[in-house]
């Protein structure tokens, strides 16, 4: 069922990867990515390779850096043929022209400002029910965003992150607390962690995210805000979040040189379960052994894990 939004959005796709010769260019390109899974204990992980995506994945987000750079979220550092669509009175909506999905959106709000969850999780969740063929993620400032000085989601198209099915997977699952509204689960051997939240109240998801966001504090350090990657997407009448706490951005291999480097700088799609390899060296070296050693550097420790869930099961 189309909402008019999401035919507006539709609209939005087609006439860009028509007049706006950069993301013509790169979805075409896209539709060429090769890909590969890798299968792990009972679920499975993708690498795409994408050579378009060294950018974002090298991008320099120290603040000298970005002050030196042109916002490419401020319409003034857009190129003329980017164009967007209104989003209610704080956001637009754009095409990604370094597509990782099919239909891959940013959402920045309309001023420039940092990238922070306070006060805009409202807004995320409004994004998913007005867009239920997609999901829409937030990047962390210190997890993955490649533009931390200007706040912006993600709107991708639905069914190509492994997450979106791992998470209704009962042998995966592991609920942590139920109440009449909503379920917290996480998943069991994942190589990574991950907090699931559900519930059909917006009000309820509110709560409960608040209260996860603050127990990840608690948990690990932090500077600006607690880290972690953010999905929200709706399915069977109910909102999906998943929140992916994070240690640090980059693992080791990042800062490596010579044949040790690994372009591995993750952001949510990564967290999902979707790998994105800008060079073919990394690609066809991805394995299961090298995903846990990645992971195991930039997500939350199982011990940590556990912590956290004694909290929420203590509030
Ligand atoms: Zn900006």
């Not at 995506?53 to 003329?80: H, Q, V, Y």
């Amino acid at each position: 069922m189309d909402t008019e939004k999401s035919q507006a959005l539709s609209r939005l796709f087609h006439q860009q990867t028509q007049d706006f010769p950069l993301a013509r260019d790169n979805y075409r390109a896209l539709t060429q990515a090769v890909c590969k899974e890798i299968p792990l204990d009972g679920f499975c992980i993708r690498v795409q390779y994408n050579p378009a995506r060294i950018i974002s994945t090298n991008a320099k987000t120290d603040a000298a850096s970005l002050r030196n750079r042109k916002c490419f979220l401020c319409p003034s550092g857009m190129p003329e043929t980017q164009q967007g669509m209104a989003y209610g009175d704080r956001y637009h909506i754009y095409i990604n022209p370094y597509p990782i999905f099919r239909q891959h959106f940013t959402v920045p709000s309309n001023e420039h400002l940092p990238q922070r969850i306070a006060h805009r999780f409202e807004d995320m969740l409004d994004i998913a029910t007005d867009f239920p063929g997609h999901v829409v993620f937030y990047n962390g400032p210190a997890s993955g965003a490649s533009a931390p000085d200007h706040f912006h989601f993600q709107l991708v198209s639905r069914g190509e992150m492994p997450i979106e099915a791992d998470a209704a997977n009962e042998r995966l699952r592991q609920v942590v607390r139920t109440g009449e509204d909503y379920t917290i689960a996480t998943l069991r051997d994942y190589l990574r962690e991950v907090f699931i939240l559900e519930s059909a109240s917006k009000a309820r998801l509110r709560v409960l995210f608040d209260a996860l966001q603050r127990f990840v504090g608690i948990t690990v350090p932090y500077e600006a805000e607690p880290q972690f990657n953010l999905f929200a997407w709706q399915a069977e009448g109910c909102l999906h979040i998943c929140l992916f706490p994070r240690r640090r951005w980059r693992p080791r291999q990042f800062f490596e040189e010579g044949e040790g480097q690994i372009m591995f700088s993750p952001g949510c799609a990564d967290m999902a379960g979707l790998i994105i390899a800008p060079r073919q060296r990394d690609f066809e070296h991805y394995d299961a052994a090298l995903l846990a050693d990645l992971f195991q550097q930039v997500s939350i420790t199982p011990e940590e894990r556990e912590q956290i869930v004694h909290l929420i099961q203590q509030f």
